[in-house]
Structures are given as C-alpha cells and as structure tokens.
C-alpha cells in the first residue's frame, strides 16, 4: 500500500495556471511509474500524464497540448503537475497514482492511488 496525498487543487478562471502535487516517500518516487489522472463530472477516469519508472520519459494525454508538464520533486518527495492556460473543460478531480508497471496509461494499471483534489475553472 502507497500512501499518496495530493494537494493544490482550487478554483481558478480561464487561462490560470495550478500546481498540483502528491507527496509520497521517497523510495515510491524513485521506484515506481507515477501517474496522473483525472475524473470529470459523469465521465470515467482518464489519463493525464506519466512519468515510467524505468525511462522516466514523460508522456501526455493528447488535450494536455503543451499546457502541463509532470515532474519529480525529490527535494519534497513529491509528484507534481504544473498547468497552464487552464480551461473550463479541466475542471475535474485530479488523481495522483503508482504502480509497479513499467508504463501505464490505463487506470487499470495502477495500484496505488491518492484521494484526489479538486479543480475547477471557471469561464
């Protein structure tokens, strides 16, 4: 079991940008593929952005278009996902995830998961 708590969700317009983070130890950020993913309102969970463990190469869901970017902060231990030029349709609860994969960009092939935090932008 991992714990992951994410933090840095709110209420922003459009355009605005957000830093969310998940804090983790520090043996998670070093060995585990980390994710984030993102539930809108009546819609199944999706795929944000990946970091895999092995090639730590980000990868992007297609509408992130250039706006996000997914880091390591192993000064705070932390999974972060900075946004930019936020829109209404971002708004969503955010998931922070683990596992053990080598990639994944399926909720399905993670394990771990943090509770979520809220983002919304207004228009």
């Known amino acids: 079991q991992v714990n992951m708590v994410e933090s840095g969700g709110g209420l922003v317009q459009t355009g605005a940008s957000l830093k969310l983070s998940c804090r983790v130890s520090?043996?998670?950020?070093?060995?585990?593929?980390m994710g984030w993913f993102r539930q809108r309102p009546g819609l199944e969970r999706e795929f944000v952005a990946v970091i895999p463990r092995i090639t730590a190469q980000p990868d992007y869901a297609h509408f992130v278009q250039g706006r996000f970017t997914i880091s390591k902060d192993y000064a705070h231990n932390t999974l972060d996902l900075n946004m930019h030029n936020l829109r209404p349709d971002d708004t969503a609860v955010y998931f922070c995830?683990?596992?053990?994969?080598?990639?994944?960009?399926?909720?399905?092939?993670?394990?771990?998961w943090g509770q979520g935090t809220q983002v919304t932008v207004s228009s």
């Open positions: 995830a683990a596992t053990f994969r080598a990639y994944g960009s399926g909720a399905s092939d993670y394990t771990d």
């Open positions: 520090r043996y998670t950020l070093e060995a585990y593929t």
